[in-house]
């Protein structure tokens, strides 16, 4: 069963970085990793995504501030986000997209992330 935690989420001021975490068990390997987000009385939407081949994909609201990646050793996934500005505040989820199916179907909990002007 697929299991995911996020953390590293806290409240900075516009232009500082922060790194989140998904920790993960039970992803199958031939899987797509991704991130969302959601802010206040907004839809969850799109961040990135990352693949089996470390083929990576970004909405264009973050493509060159924000880097994921994965750590297989460690099962677990980052989103490095630099020069982070207000309209970044939202709730970022992790979550998985297992081989055959065509949605993200696991989501974790989600982790808080707030930016100060």
């Known amino acids: 069963q697929v299991h995911l935690v996020e953390s590293g989420g806290g409240l900075v001021q516009a232009g500082a970085s922060l790194r989140l975490s998904c920790a993960t068990s039970?992803?199958?390997?031939?899987?797509?990793m991704g991130w969302f987000r959601q802010a206040p009385g907004k839809e969850r939407e799109f961040v990135a995504d990352i693949n089996w081949t470390d083929i990576t994909s970004y909405s264009e609201s973050v493509k060159g501030r924000f880097t994921i990646s994965r750590d297989n050793t460690k099962n677990t996934v980052y989103l490095q986000m630099n020069s982070l500005k207000p309209e970044d505040t939202a709730v970022y989820y992790c979550?998985?997209?297992?081989?055959?199916?065509?949605?993200?179907?696991?989501w974790g909990q989600g982790t808080q992330v707030t930016v100060s002007s």
């Open positions: 979550a998985v997209r297992v081989p055959g199916v065509s949605d993200f179907g696991s």
């Open positions: 039970g992803v199958p390997f031939f899987s797509i």
